[in-house]
């Protein structure tokens, strides 16, 4: 089976920075577009960001210029560098991802464990 694990969140101040990574394990054929979703305590999940195999992202009205996303195919590994954070960047984080685990096969969809995020002087 596939797993997704992320690593990098924890406690910030304002104007601060963190970089998050997801590793991606297990019997993997291909990765397609992988992402950012965040969850913040009493709200929905929400898109913060993705990008596609041949490297095309998208961004989060939120976060465009403070976030950006990156992957390393070759370690299966996808990034988020988080600059300018504030106190409504704090929720947990997951990555997500559409991969293949055979041949021919259609992809299927991953979602990390999460890791949070806390943005307070």
């Known amino acids: 089976q596939v797993q997704l694990v992320e690593s990098g969140g924890g406690l910030v101040q304002p104007g601060g920075s963190l970089r998050l990574s997801c590793a991606a394990s297990?019997?993997?054929?291909?990765?397609?577009?992988t992402g950012w979703y965040r969850q913040a305590p009493g709200k929905q999940r929400e898109l913060v960001a993705t990008i596609t195999n041949s490297g095309t992202t998208n961004y989060a009205d939120s976060v465009k210029g403070r976030f950006t996303i990156s992957r390393d195919n070759a370690k299966n590994t996808e990034y988020l560098q988080m600059i300018s954070l504030n106190a409504e960047d704090t929720a947990v984080y997951y990555c997500?991802?559409?991969?293949?685990?055979?041949?021919?096969?259609?992809?299927?969809?991953?979602w990390g464990q999460g890791t949070q995020v806390t943005v307070s002087a």
């Open positions: 297990g019997r993997i054929t291909s990765i397609y577009t």
């Open positions: 997500n991802a559409d991969i293949s685990t055979r041949l021919f096969s259609p992809a299927e969809n991953y």
